[in-house]
């Protein structure tokens, strides 16, 4: 069986809504042999919760702490963030923890919390598809170290080089998050570096993805990872069986406690 990475996935709300202790737990996971610490990128969530923690300062801190650990924002919604700005967060991120940042990126999405809605983003899932790709290829630019020439629909960067670059080469790897059935985040994900299908139903959906990427793929030799998710107590054996590189424990973010991470952390990775 192919050797699986595991990593927790925390929505930094409520309880774990603190830097420092985020960085903590990271700590804890590295030293009980987990592969990676993932973090939620939100504005705020629905009732009952009430306190949300910004993830680029979490991972910033998590980045300190910790010395093996992968990490990074899963996902950030690119087309309500800048670009250029992304690019700058990225870079110095990625130096600060010695190349062991991972980028997931999405559309984002109005439905769980409303954000969009709430600060006038871009509602239409299409014109967030155009922007988040757009959003890439500045990103992809920017991390070569060369000066960045993009005149797009929706952003322009004239003539900037954003150096220092990231240690990672070509740049920081990308995953992409999507939801099962959706054909264009397959598609989008298999230009980049990883797939995270989310809210998946069987590891037949899995497999099926993996598939579709391979094809999408052929003849390309660069690594690839598969992320699939579950909650804690979740069999990953099938999931892996199906493709998966990558095992991400999530939490349910209405109940997420300081204590149920710590028994998740304590019980250690599934390393086959």
Known sequence: MTRLQSALWLPIFDELADPALVARLAAEAEAAGWHGVFVWDHLRWRAPVREVADPWITLAAVATATERLRFGPMVTPLPRRRPAKVAKETATLDRLSNGRLTLGVGLGSDRFAGELHATCEELDDRRRGQMLDESL??????????????????????????????????????????????????????????????????????????????????????????????????????????????????????????????GVLRDGPVAR
């Not at 003849?219 to 991400?248: M, N, S």
């Open 137 to 262: 290829e500045i990103l992809t630019a920017a991390w070569s170290g060369e000066p960045v020439q993009h005149h797009g629909e929706h952003y322009t960067v004239d003539g900037i080089s954003f150096l220092p670059r990231p240690i990672q080469r070509p740049g920081v790897p990308v995953w992409i998050a999507g939801f099962p059935g959706n054909v264009k985040p397959v598609r989008r994900a298999a230009r980049h570096d990883g797939f995270v299908p989310v809210n998946l139903d069987h590891p037949d959906q899995l497999a099926e993805i993996v598939t579709t990427i391979a094809g999408l793929r052929q003849g390309q030799t660069a690594p690839y990872d598969i992320a699939a998710t579950g909650a804690p107590g979740t069999d990953p054996v099938p999931y892996v069986q199906a493709g998966a590189t990558w095992w991400l424990v999530e939490f349910a973010p209405e109940t997420v406690s300081l204590d149920q991470v710590r």
